[in-house]
């Protein structure tokens, strides 16, 4: 089993950046994959990122590419997300999520944290 915790979020400009941190625990983090979703408000939680255990692979939703970063710190239990350039659409809470195997499926995710807002305005 792995608890989550995400940090890192705030209000920010269009343009700004941010990074967010997701924090686990567990001896056995680095067998995991851990995705990054966000959900907007009256909109349904979507997929942004995940980064493989190993953190060789990983793959982003079309809208943030080249924009976004996932990365891993297996030594420090901790997964990333920098945030470059962002837009007011950005704004969502963000949660990190962790399973298995990599996968953007919302459903596929065993393990979740409890969030951080990201308010991006224009």
């Known amino acids: 089993q792995v608890q989550l915790v995400e940090s890192g979020g705030g209000l920010v400009q269009a343009g700004d950046s941010l990074r967010l941190s997701c924090a686990a625990s567990?001896?056995?983090?680095?067998?995991?994959?851990v995705g990054w979703f966000r959900q907007a408000p009256g909109k349904e939680r979507e997929f942004v990122a995940v980064?493989?255990?190993?953190?060789?692979?990983?793959y982003y939703k079309d809208s943030v590419k080249g924009r976004f970063t996932i990365s891993r710190d297996n030594a420090k239990n901790t997964v990333y997300l920098q945030m470059n350039s962002l837009k007011p659409e950005d704004t969502a809470v963000y949660y990190c999520?962790?399973?298995?195997?990599?996968?953007?499926?919302?459903?596929?995710?065993?393990?979740w944290g409890q969030g951080t807002r990201v308010t991006v305005s224009s």
């Open positions: 999520a962790a399973r298995g195997s990599i996968s953007s499926d919302v459903s596929d995710y065993n393990y």
């Open positions: 567990g001896r056995t983090f680095s067998t995991y994959a």
């Open positions: 980064v493989s255990g190993s953190g060789r692979t990983s």
